[in-house]
Every structure is written in structure tokens, then in C-alpha cells.
């Protein structure tokens, strides 16, 4: 049975793995169920946080400003997680997303994982919610700041042991690390002429956006650029 692990839990700003970008990392190394190391940073997404984020973590766009991108940090927590499985409240979320930054700076990442949200419907009442704050409460464990990453990834930790001794001797199958799949594609840069036209559609219609246009892919271009033409419409031609 797993005992040895990866304690993950992302902030991020959004749930679209694909659209949205990671804003904090917390990495907790369990040895034989002990900690035995941590890694944790806040992100610079590159794009100004929506309100509900903030109001939901607690994080804003000051605290990221001068944080570290993801491509400057993601080779440094695959280092990290080495070869140990990883356990998160709704895993694959977290994985998703640390699967794409992966990718994008060209790094090898394909894990193994354990997902306490998972287990926690196998043993929980069926009319009691799962999400992580009400499984710790459920559980008598206490949270420290619910929806910050270290704080949510030790939460993760201490339900996921307290689930192992009260039913790994019942349902030692559930207690055991499978394979996270999950696939992402690289992305590609915006090409110039799309930066430019997206920059040239902002200025038109005076759009107030959240995300700098140097930093964006292809596909996030494509995409801004078809919202902003279905809303506003395009750029008036010129009457010489």
C-alpha cells in the first residue's frame, strides 16, 4: 500500500487546464508516511486574476508580480517529485495542469497517482459532500487555510493516513498508486500577426484584458480573438 508519496495541490486561475495557468505550487515529500521535504512557490501566470480567485485563495496580483513564471519553476518540481506517486484531493485536476507546463518546457512527465476524493466516496456516507474541507471535517482534521496550496496539500496528507489506518486492512486494493493519464499537446507561440491584429481589436473597442498578448499561444490568441470579434464585432475598415 502507498505510503510514500507526493502530497500535490495547485492554485490556479481557473479549472481549464488548457486555458488557464498555475499561480502557486505546494509539493509535500511523505517518506514511509513522514514528511520528509516540501516545494512550495507562487507562480506569475503572466495575466491579471479574476476577483472570485482572489476572493476565493486569497492570493492577488500584487503577491504574484514578481514571482517566477512556470517555465522557470517546472523542472525544479519534477526534480522533485522524482519518481514518488502522487496524492492530491481530485488528482487529476492538479496533474492536468503541471502536465501541460511539463510539456510546454519539453520535460518528460507521466506519473503515477492516488486521489483521496476518490477514496473518500468509497467510505464516506453518500449525503456528506467530498470536497477536501468537508472530508477533513468529516474526519476530524483540522485545515489550516483551506484553498492555499501547502495548506490544502498537508490537509491531502493527514486525510489520506487517517483514511489508511481506519480502512487499508478492508480495502487494501483502494490504497495503491495507478497511473494518471492524461494527455497534452505543446503549445506554440502567437505568431506576430496574431499578436498584432489581437492588439489592434483591443485598441478598437477599448477592451480592458487580463492576459499579456507577448505572453499568450497560439491557440489562447485564436481563441481571445474570436471572443472579441463575437462580442464587438471587427475592425471597422478604413473609408478612403
Same mark, same amino acid.
Given at each position: ?45 503572466? @495575466? ?99 484553498? @492555499? ?92
Amino acid at each position: 500500500m502507498m505510503n510514500s508519496y507526493i502530497a500535490l495541490d495547485l492554485e490556479t486561475t481557473g479549472l481549464e487546464a488548457k486555458q488557464e495557468k498555475i499561480t502557486e505550487i505546494a509539493a509535500i515529500k511523505i517518506i514511509d508516511g513522514a514528511v520528509a521535504g516540501q516545494f512550495v512557490t507562487l507562480v506569475n501566470p503572466m @495575466r491579471r486574476l479574476g476577483m472570485h480567485i482572489t476572493r476565493l485563495t486569497g492570493i492577488t496580483d500584487e503577491m504574484l508580480k514578481d514571482a517566477p513564471p512556470i517555465e522557470d519553476v517546472i523542472g525544479d518540481a519534477v526534480e522533485f517529485f522524482g519518481d514518488l506517486p502522487l496524492l492530491g484531493h481530485n488528482i487529476m485536476f492538479d496533474y492536468s495542469f503541471l502536465k501541460h507546463a511539463a510539456v510546454n518546457s519539453r520535460l518528460e512527465f507521466e506519473k503515477e497517482g492516488l486521489d483521496t476524493l476518490m477514496l473518500c466516496r468509497a467510505f464516506m456516507p453518500g449525503d456528506v459532500k467530498r470536497n477536501l474541507s468537508c472530508a477533513c471535517s468529516y474526519y476530524h482534521i483540522s485545515q489550516s487555510a483551506a484553498h @492555499r496550496a501547502q495548506a490544502d496539500a498537508e490537509a491531502a496528507h493527514r486525510l489520506y493516513q487517517e483514511l489508511l489506518k481506519l480502512h487499508s486492512q478492508d480495502r487494501p486494493e483502494l490504497f495503491t498508486s495507478k497511473p494518471l493519464i492524461y494527455k497534452a499537446k505543446r503549445e506554440q507561440p502567437a505568431t506576430k500577426r496574431q499578436k498584432e491584429y489581437l492588439q489592434d481589436l483591443v485598441k478598437c473597442h477599448r477592451i480592458d484584458i487580463t492576459v499579456q498578448i507577448d505572453d499568450i499561444s497560439r491557440s489562447e490568441a485564436s481563441r481571445m480573438i474570436d471572443t472579441i470579434i463575437s462580442q464587438y464585432g471587427r475592425i471597422p475598415r478604413q473609408i478612403s
